[in-house]
């Protein structure tokens, strides 16, 4: 395999509706995609996971860009035709952070790779089943009001949602528990704060336990480990993290420490697929649940994260939602979902490609860079 150029795509998709979390609203999805080309002219996908603001993460759009043009472009370039990934994310050490910019190239270069040699991501990876279950992430209602927050969660569930994770915030977290959970007496639901709390809520949070929730997702700031053991310590629901792993240490020293029972894998978060298995085995090791997470993304990034969630030790529901949950118009063939899962792509690569009339459409920039 010899990668010869990538091309940056990036587009303007509008969600169905607002998404809304403790760190601000988004209401239009700047998405990026990367391919990567070969000299046998095969195209290869990753999706750059960033929003157009540094919310999230520091990372947001234009500075992923600037850090693929500048930084991973010639890092990449040493290992333009290897044969082996785990190469791939070695040449990329040379650049400090920057996971989502890493992540997008590198799943690019892997779906080229993957492709070449017929090989599904999912088998790839040692996935183990052929559909995934998937939960929806609900975000704060618009209008803070629990009337059209329950109506929203009804749609979902009546189209099967097999979990609920509500974002929350302090002012919007006791009301909306109470509403859906009275709506839906047995529903698996779980809470993400996205970093909202300080450790003085400990006591408020441990309230929530009455809801009988799967867990709450990174309640504190993200370099919080202490913090976040006393929140395990307070509450019976378990803790989960999200924004604090980056790595496998990262996942080793939450573990260890007690500040969470449980992960949220997100190859964007984490730099890499290669990387967000082996946080997986590690947890499988540890006998510690894990869940695939979401950025929002397109057919490209969701068909990579289904692809991961099918390993064995994703035990829980995943942000795995179907396209219409997201988008009007998806870029690749819409996944669908049937009773609640979404079926784990079985063709080379990543499985789906963008379609190229809604790529032209959406496209609003793009950039050629040519592997020298
Ligand atoms: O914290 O998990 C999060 C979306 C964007 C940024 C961060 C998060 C999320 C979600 C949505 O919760 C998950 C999805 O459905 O893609
Ligand atoms: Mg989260």
Not at 174 to 187: G, S
Not at 238 to 243: A, G, K, V
Not at 265 to 290: F, M, N, Q, W
Not at 295 to 304: F, H, I, N, S, W
């Amino acid at each position: 395999m010899t990668i010869e150029r990538f091309r940056i795509h990036r587009l303007n998709i509008p969600l169905v509706r607002p998404f809304r979390t403790s760190f601000g609203t988004e209401t239009l999805r700047d998405v990026i995609l990367v391919e990567a080309v070969s000299s046998d002219g095969i195209s290869g996908w990753g999706e750059c996971v960033t929003m157009s603001w540094p919310g999230y993460s520091y990372e947001y759009g234009d500075n992923a860009i600037h850090v693929m043009e500048n930084h991973l472009l010639p890092a990449l370039a040493t290992v333009a035709d290897t044969d082996d990934p785990y190469e791939v994310r070695a040449a990329m050490e040379v650049v400090a952070g920057n996971p989502m910019a890493k992540n997008a190239m590198s799943t690019a270069m892997l779906d080229v790779w993957l492709r070449e040699q017929g090989e599904s991501l999912a088998h790839y990876l040692g996935a183990v089943k052929d559909e995934v279950d998937c939960g929806v992430s609900v975000g704060i209602n618009i209008n803070e009001s629990v009337d059209e927050l329950l109506a929203e969660v009804a749609g979902y569930v009546d189209e099967g949602y097999r979990r609920i994770k509500l974002k929350i915030q302090p002012g919007w977290d006791v009301e909306p528990l109470r509403a859906v959970r009275e709506a839906w007496p047995t529903i698996p639901l779980q809470t993400d704060a996205n970093q909202a709390y300080q450790r003085s809520d400990a006591q408020h949070l441990a309230s929530l336990d009455q809801f009988d929730l799967l867990l709450h997702e990174q309640p504190l700031e993200q370099d919080d480990w202490y913090g976040h053991v006393l929140m395990s310590q307070a509450c019976q629901t378990p803790i989960c993290m999200d924004e604090s792993i980056h790595s496998v240490m990262s996942a080793d020293s939450a573990l260890q420490f007690g500040a969470c029972s449980i992960i949220n894998i997100k190859p964007g978060r984490v730099g890499s697929y290669l990387t967000g298995k082996e946080i997986h085995d590690l947890c499988l090791e540890r006998g510690a649940p894990v869940w695939a997470g979401g950025m929002l993304e397109t057919g490209v990034g969701r068909a990579a994260n289904v692809a991961l969630a099918a390993l064995p030790g994703f035990t829980l529901p995943g942000d795995t939602s179907g396209s219409s949950r997201y988008y009007e118009v998806d870029v690749t063939e819409p996944f669908v979902l049937q009773d609640g899962r979404l079926p784990v792509p079985t063709g080379p690569g990543i499985g789906v490609d963008p379609l190229p009339d809604v790529l032209r459409e959406m496209t609003v920039w793009s950039t050629d860079l040519t592997v020298t």
